[in-house]
């Protein structure tokens, strides 16, 4: 059974509910999408969960972000189909959903109240766009990455068996 994860803002004018597979938060990214957002520590940590399970209390009181990209990747500006939901009251990022993949969400660990498995290693990525006061802590058994890896979410937790079916 999938683990649940209860998540919300700071203020608590939005909580969520959602069902994952995958909800150990090991992959930090590293872009200037994620750090500037998220106001975390040079990075951001999403999780992966089922969209249909998705259950949202306090909905008007989101907003949505679609970031425009322009870096070496896009040289021409683009707005990404990524939708960065966030708590329009205290400003909390909250979980991004791309209708490209309309079958999952992706919650910020940062917005989760549920208490996570902890990560035996971690991914960095999109470390070519860190900040250049980050230094990032990559372990012996970490892997890092200039842009994204091959390896998608799901198959992180099946590979470590984290998967929670």
């Not at 890092?144 to 984290?162: C, L, N």
Request: aromatic share 10%; charged share 25%.
């Amino acid at each position: 059974m999938p683990l649940l994860l209860k998540g919300s803002c700071r203020c608590n004018a939005v909580r969520f509910e959602v069902e994952s597979h995958t909800p150990v938060p090991f992959m930090l990214c590293y872009c200037s999408i994620c750090r500037k957002q998220q106001g975390g520590g040079g990075f951001a940590i999403n999780l992966g969960a089922d969209y249909e399970t998705l259950k949202i209390t306090g909905k008007r009181n989101l907003g949505v972000y679609r970031a425009q990209i322009e870096d070496d990747e896009h040289p021409q500006c683009e707005i990404s189909s990524g939708e960065r939901n966030f708590c329009r009251k205290c400003g909390s990022a909250l979980w991004l959903y791309d209708p490209t993949w309309p079958e999952l969400v992706h919650p910020f660990a940062s917005a989760i109240d549920t208490d996570l498995p902890k990560p035996a290693e971690k991914v960095h990525l999109m470390l070519k766009y860190k900040a250049n006061w980050v230094e990032p802590d990559i372990g012996r058994k970490d892997k890092s990455f200039d842009v994204y890896p091959q390896e998608t979410i799901a198959d992180w937790h099946k590979r470590t068996g984290m998967w929670v079916d």
